[in-house]
């Protein structure tokens, strides 16, 4: 990964292959943001004139890269947009600050370092500096070939252009302040989780399915001391996980149930997370239409995110403990599949009517809720990309939040805004429940074809320890990007939620949620 490194160094004297400088959109014009001023004056003064002829407007994520003036080391300028400039007095918003790293990173792929030069009048801005660089500079590159035939995979590099930038310097971040140092740490230590989910949710499935995706989970287990169970399809099937069997069990790859837990001696409280791991969604024998099952391998970035969270959690050794719950299957039609109208008896002892098999999300869900429900947490988050209902109520950035408890909901929300992720609160309106009834079960796994996404809420509820807050995050809109990368989200997985499960884990740690 991109190393990272607090710098004392001014972008007049950094030694790296660029310097970056953030610009914004001014009453009047372009304007140089805080930290570029040493640039500036190399440049006579008229950086921002300069930049507004080569066509910049310090428009978010606009990037223009310019040769550099006399008296700066670095041999390239890169100003990056960072959007409405702030009102006078104000400073620089923390996701503008990230965004704009992102693309700068991005921009500045094949670079051995780059000095960034952005506004960070504290610990907390540098972070954000630091994360979105990061995350800018993420590449996924294990399929690519090299032109020799051979790709990352059998040993061989790839072309250098293509590697992310090797390192990013944090111009003024203080590397003897233990809050700027401290920063930095959590910076790398989350980005490299958020990192390690996306490349899980970009390997194919023909090399990710449960059995390998709880491996990486056994591997990381050991690394990094965490507690690590995995349940294979012979305990399941003794266990009575009719929720993970069913859907399981018409793929050649068998349905596993993961439990990683990262447990500190002096926590007294308990956070429960549980991920939707399906590593193919076909569909079922209810398969999906022609165009729907291209980028089906993202399916478990629900439960990517869960993993990256808990070992995140045990990097910061977050005095909290976290435990992850991975229901890992294949959704897959064969002689074998669930079949619509089938009955399964979840681990609950609830029976579903299974009317359409491409609604398989939330019955591996289900049998990992009560499971978690178990232990008896302080609050169990689940996240999954699990309806196309949410993405056509809040679009392809938002995710959705639905809960037991509105002050609950109300903190993830919080939170999740802290973090830079967009979200959005949702209701569960207790008049859809009634759609999922069904004659011959205790439910249906269908309801109402309007408010779809709820629905699926509702159906998670019914399986949540009584008197356990809970929430649930509906991540199918932003879990995967299929256009052109943006600020630090690149083409593919995203890592969509990791940011707000480790922040609550954070705040649950310190005694901040009650």
């Known amino acids: 990964m991109t190393a990272l490194t607090l710098s004392t160094s001014s972008a007049a004297t950094v030694r790296a292959d660029a310097v970056v400088v953030g610009v914004a959109k001014g ?27 080569l066509g910049a407007s310090g428009a978010e994520g606009e990037v223009t890269k310019l040769p550099a003036a006399d008296g700066l080391k670095a041999p390239v300028v890169l100003a990056v947009g960072l959007g409405e400039a702030p009102a ?4 620089y918003d923390n996701e503008a600050l990230r965004r704009a790293a992102g693309s700068a990173a991005r921009a500045l792929a094949g670079s051995k370092k780059a000095g960034f030069a952005l506004p960070v009048e504290d610990a907390e801005a540098a972070a ?20 020799n035939g051979q790709n990352a995979k059998g040993g061989k590099k790839n072309d250098a252009k293509s590697a992310p930038l090797g390192e990013v310097a944090i111009l003024g971040g203080k590397p003897r302040d233990k809050e700027f140092k401290a920063a930095a740490e ?34 990381a287990a050991k690394e990094f001391g965490l507690e690590v169970e995995v349940l294979d399809e012979k305990a399941l099937k003794k266990g009575g996980f009719g929720g993970l069997m069913g859907v399981g069990q018409g793929s050649e790859a068998p349905p596993r149930l993961v439990r990683i837990a990262h447990t500190h001696a002096e926590a007294t409280k308990t956070l429960a997370l549980v991920g939707k791991g399906i590593t193919y969604d076909s569909g079922g024998i ?50 074998s599949a669930t079949r619509p109208g089938d009955v399964l008896t979840m681990y609950s002892g ?64 919080e939170i999740a805004e802290e973090v830079g992720e ?31 996404g709820l629905v699926a809420g509702l159906f998670l509820k019914e399986f949540i320890g009584e008197g356990i807050a809970w929430a649930h995050l509906d991540i199918a809109g932003p879990a995967f990007h299929e256009g052109a990368a943006w600020g630090y989200t690149p083409k593919g997985g995203t890592g969509s939620a990791v940011r707000t499960l480790v922040r609550l884990a954070e705040r649950t740690a310190a005694g901040d949620l009650g």
């Not at 005095?319 to 039609?333: D, I, K, Q, R, S």
């Open 186 to 219: 959590r910076s790398q230590a989350l980005a490299a989780e958020i990192n390690r989910a996306r490349d899980l949710i970009n390997t194919p499935s023909n090399d990710l399915n449960p059995k390998s995706f709880a491996a990486e989970a056994q591997a």
């Open 350 to 413: 609830k029976t579903v009517e299974v009317l359409n098999t491409d609604a398989e999300g939330r019955l591996v869900l289900a049998d990992a809720l009560t499971r978690a429900s178990e232990e008896s947490p302080d609050a169990i988050v689940d996240v999954a990309t699990l309806t196309g209902a949410m993405v056509l109520a809040l679009g392809h950035r938002h995710f959705g939040i639905m809960a037991n408890d509105d002050a609950f909901r109300t903190s993830i929300h």
């Open 128 to 147: 954000a500096v630091s994360e979105g660089a990061l995350l800018g500079a993420y590449t996924f590159t294990a399929y690519r070939s090299n032109g």
């Open 88 to 91: 006078k007095g104000d400073d």
């Open 422 to 452: 967009q979200s959005w609160p949702m209701p569960m309106p207790d008049h859809l429940r009634k759609g999922m009834d069904s004659p011959v079960a205790d439910i249906a796994n269908m309801g109402e074809r309007m408010g779809g």
């Open 27 to 53: 009453a009047k014009g372009v304007v140089v943001a805080p930290g570029a001023e040493a640039v500036d004056k190399a440049f006579g003064g008229k950086l921002a004139a300069v930049l507004e002829t």
């Open 286 to 335: 209810s398969l999906k239409p022609a165009g729907h099952n291209e980028t089906m391998k993202c399916d478990m970035s629900g439960a990517a995110a869960v993993f990256a969270a808990v070992v995140a959690a045990a990097k910061l050794d977050l005095e909290v403990n976290v435990t992850g719950w991975l229901a890992l299957a294949e959704n897959m039609p064969s002689g």
